[in-house]
C-alpha cells in the first residue's frame, strides 16, 4: 500500500481500481495523451482500439512496483470527488532500472500548479523516504509544460538522442 500525502491543495492517494474508469477517460482527452504517441496511437490511431486501450490501462494496475512505488491518484481538497489526475514512481517503462517520474492531469486542472505540487511531493519522498539516488523522467520535447514542471521540482536536463522526441530530466543526490 501506498502512503497518502497532503499539499495545501491536494490529496495524493494510491491508485485502486476504482479509479480504472476515470483513468480510461483521462486518456480519452486528446489534449493529454498529445505527447504520448503510444498512448495516442492505440486511443486515436488507425488501429485505434478500445479493448487495447482498457488491457494497456489494466496492465499499470495489476503490475507490481518495488516496494513503495507504484501510482497515485491526484485530487484536490476544493473537489476531493473529482478525479484531477495521477502522478507516478516506478521503474522505467515499468522495468527499470531507471526510476521514473511522471504526471498526467485533466486539462481544467492545467495552469494552477497542481502537477508541480504533486510532483515535487513524490520526488521528495523518492529522495528522503525510498532513499533513491536518482529519478528521471522522461517528457516529449515538444511538451513545454511538463518540461516547466521538471525544472520547478529541481530536475535538470540530461540528454537527448537525436533521433528520439524524447529529452531526459534527471533528479540526482549523486
Not at 513503495?68 to 495521477?86: L, N, R, S
Amino acid at each position: 500500500m501506498l502512503e497518502t500525502f497532503e499539499t495545501d491543495r491536494l490529496i495524493l492517494r494510491e491508485r485502486t481500481f476504482k479509479d480504472f474508469e476515470r483513468c480510461v477517460e483521462l486518456d480519452r482527452e486528446p489534449e493529454v495523451v498529445n505527447y504520448i504517441p503510444e498512448l495516442k496511437r492505440i486511443i486515436n490511431g488507425t488501429s485505434a482500439s478500445e479493448k487495447k486501450h482498457r488491457e494497456f490501462v489494466k496492465k499499470r494496475f495489476e503490475t507490481d512496483y518495488p516496494e513503495g512505488m507504484g501510482y497515485w491518484t491526484i485530487v484536490t481538497k476544493e473537489e476531493p470527488q473529482q478525479f484531477a489526475g495521477g502522478v507516478l514512481l516506478i521503474p522505467l517503462d515499468t522495468v527499470g532500472p531507471d526510476i521514473e517520474i511522471g504526471w498526467r492531469l485533466r486539462p481544467k486542472y492545467w495552469g494552477k500548479g497542481y502537477a508541480t505540487e504533486a510532483a515535487r511531493v513524490i520526488i521528495q519522498y523518492a529522495a528522503e523516504i525510498l532513499k533513491l539516488q536518482k529519478v528521471i523522467a522522461e517528457i516529449h520535447k515538444m511538451n513545454k509544460g511538463s518540461i516547466r514542471v521538471a525544472e520547478k521540482i529541481g530536475m535538470e536536463y540530461t540528454e537527448t538522442e537525436e533521433t528520439s522526441d524524447y529529452i531526459r530530466y534527471a533528479f540526482s543526490r549523486l
